[in-house]
């Protein structure tokens, strides 16, 4: 009889921790039901990636002086990133407020910036030589995105409200904060003139890394 009233005592406690959770999700059905949000965590996520490619490009932007070309590339690619992720944040997340041409239209947006956006990220990496251990960075940046990209065509979905494309904006995060810190390696190096390790190396002296 012990260990059935223990059982019960415990299986008490778990169910009245479970009802202020089970009391937070339904309010915050609600909330979204009642504001007309059609996709919440796509729309979340996406906001998330845009203000996650806002910082980063924020933080780059104060790592070099004004004038250098080749910073201002990679704060642009992290720019239009963030455009592309709140245009399409915008348009999973209000979709009902947003009539057919709309939506066609913010969406095309979406795309456009997206693949202006990779331009932007392959020139710049294109146009910086960087030590090994930042191209690490940036390889490792490149292959968490190609990863992530695989996620969403496979339409992988952990739970019917966290979809493929929730699972990728996620992925993307991570992969721009690795790009991020390749990018801040290379930005510092061109600013302060110091040689990068391919530069010494080519001078014939031994190999610098930092």
Known sequence: MYYVRRAARGAASGVARVQP??????SLNWIVESAGITEPATMVTDYLLSGAAAFFAARLRRSFPPGRRRGNLWVMAFLTVSAAALAGGTMHGFALYLGAGPRTLLWNVTVA???????????????????????RWL?????VSLA?????????APHPDFNHNDVYHCIQIVGLYLLYRGAS????DAASGRPTAARVTEAGRDRYEY
């Open 185 to 188: 390696g290379g930005v510092r």
């Open 21 to 26: 959770f089970h009391g937070i999700v339904q």
């Open 113 to 135: 910036l997206i693949a202006l956006g990779a331009g932007l990220f392959l020139t710049a990496a294109l146009s910086f030589r960087v030590s090994r251990s930042r191209a």
């Open 148 to 156: 992530g990209v695989a996620v969403q065509q496979s339409e992988l």
């Open 139 to 143: 390889l490792g940046g490149l292959f």
